[in-house]
């Protein structure tokens, strides 16, 4: 059966009428300028027919990807899916990033045809972390991707440890058919994925340069999760992502099968770097160059690389994919308005955050260029906003670049700033309202110059939207 072929799929008027269902809710959403329709209908879609999504990737002839962690969902399930393409495939993914199970319904509905054909041959799922076991009851993937575990919304998903333990029975589930993509410079996902039945594949770093001194306060998975005893690092790459080890018994990193090493970072435009790939038992070292910058979207390549290998797409096609690659939207996405280059960086989580600083300081020893943070605490940004104590805001202390704040936690942000060391000449709080602060912080940028915008979720839509509105960006949901 091919998804080509409309006769191959036996008529079921329940999953029909669930389809026409979804698209009419969706219709109906954006004609009344609502929005996309990324969520209603798939929670509509689901009272109609409670087997929709199982039914429809059941009918992909290549599989599901199904992609999983706290950091790097959207961008890394956006190479999964333009790889497979190039590789000839067709993939139906949720590529505005609405991951919960009625946005993952949502989005695989829009695809579909009435009579039940899925519009393509392959998934890619991105899936949220607390709607992972959920999503793998309804769905058997071909691969499963376990990009990171960091503290994330604690308020929502708890610790570590509570996600681990809601992770474990799905995934010790998942059978032989399946292949779990993991990293193993994670130790919490190194021990979630041992001695499971399904395939295991394990991609990790063994990088010179771009190594951490030591554990950062916001770093998690710091204790064996075989004796308990503290864990120690040969090399220590993200957080707490690295060549890890236990002094007091034998656990450490397990062996890889997709290494990334000679990362060189090119600014906040792009990075370059060598994938060692034996997955399919071809020892091969290949150079891959990619328009997204920063270390932690280097574990965003080389998983997608690890998952393009394991969908035997040629290392050929997967180097000339990611060579064209442009980041999502809102994470490292690049606007021009009003004769100013503005770039927008999602931060959410301590980790996330660490990482957009590391990336914008690292070069010039501090911030040179005028900086918008917008923090929320809405619902989908997490409520308690008190890690943000637990960023590392001190790497701003340094440099001449401007910094404003704004959002609803805005002024919380700027008397962080001030215990950072931020010298109060170089700080403006603004209005909690967006309009008026885009606009007061993009006077601050020279005509022809460039500055930043680290937004929470809910305040990157909202500024995405006012951008959308005056014509700089496509709406999200169009992309």
Not at 3 to 26: E, H, I, M, Q, Y
Not at 102 to 107: D, H, L, N, Q
Not at 174 to 187: C, H, K, R, S, Y
Request: with cysteine.
């Amino acid at each position: 059966m091919t998804t080509n072929d409309r006769r191959a799929f036996r008529p079921d008027p329940r999953l029909s009428a669930a389809l026409l269902l979804a698209k009419g809710v969706a219709r109906g959403i954006q004609v009344a300028g609502r929005g996309g329709g990324t969520s209603a209908p798939g929670m509509v879609a689901d009272r109609v027919d409670v087997g929709l999504l199982t039914k429809l990737t059941d009918r992909l002839a290549h599989g599901v990807v199904t992609v999983a962690g706290t950091n790097g969902k959207t961008t890394t399930s956006r190479m999964i899916a333009d790889l497979l393409e190039a590789g000839g495939m067709k993939p139906v993914h949720n590529r505005s990033g609405s991951n919960l199970v009625r946005g993952v319904i949502s989005a695989f509905a829009s695809q579909a045809r009435l009579n039940g054909d899925p519009g393509g041959d392959a998934g890619v799922i991105e899936a949220d972390e607390a709607a992972l076991p959920e999503l793998l009851e309804r769905v058997s993937p071909r691969a499963l991707l376990l990009n990171n575990l960091f503290r994330d919304q604690l308020d929502r998903y708890g610790e570590l440890d509570t996600i681990a333990r809601k992770w474990r029975p799905a995934i010790e589930r998942l059978g032989p058919e399946t292949t779990i993509v993991v990293n193993a410079d994670d130790p919490t996902l190194a021990a979630l994925t041992t001695g499971v039945a399904a395939r295991v594949v394990r991609f990790g770093f063994n990088e010179e340069r771009h190594r951490l001194e030591s554990l950062s306060h916001a770093s998690d998975a710091a204790a064996c999760r075989v004796c308990g005893a503290d864990l120690a690092w040969h090399a220590l790459y993200v957080s707490h992502l690295g060549d890890w080890y236990c002094p007091s018994c034998d656990n450490r990193r397990p062996d890889l099968d997709a290494i990334g090493l000679d990362i060189q970072l090119n600014g906040v435009e792009s990075l370059d770097m060598t994938v060692r790939d034996t997955i399919r038992d071809t020892d091969g070292d290949h150079a891959i160059h990619v328009g997204v910058p920063g270390v932690y979207n280097a574990y965003n390549v080389l998983a997608a690389v690890a998952v393009g290998r394991v969908m035997d797409v040629p290392m050929p096609t997967i180097i000339a994919s990611m060579a064209a690659f442009r980041s999502a939207f809102g994470r490292i996405e690049r606007v021009t308005y009003r004769d100013r280059t503005l770039t927008l960086a999602l931060v959410k989580n301590p980790v996330g955050f660490n990482e957009v600083l590391r990336m914008l300081t690292v070069a010039t020893g501090g911030l040179e260029v005028p900086t918008l943070i917008a923090i929320n605490d809405l619902h989908a940004d997490g409520r308690d906003v008190s890690w943000l104590w637990d960023v590392d805001f001190e790497l701003l202390a340094d440099g001449d670049g401007k910094l404003a704040t704004t959002g609803i936690r805005g002024a919380d942000m700027a008397n962080r700033l001030k215990y950072a060391g931020v010298a109060e000449d170089r700080l403006t709080p603004l209005p909690e309202e967006f309009e008026s602060s885009l606009d007061a912080f993009v006077e601050q940028i020279s005509a022809g110059g460039s500055g930043y915008i680290l937004p929470t979720y809910t305040a990157m839509l909202r500024i995405r939207k006012i951008l959308a509105d005056r014509g700089a960006v496509e709406s999200f949901w169009k992309q």
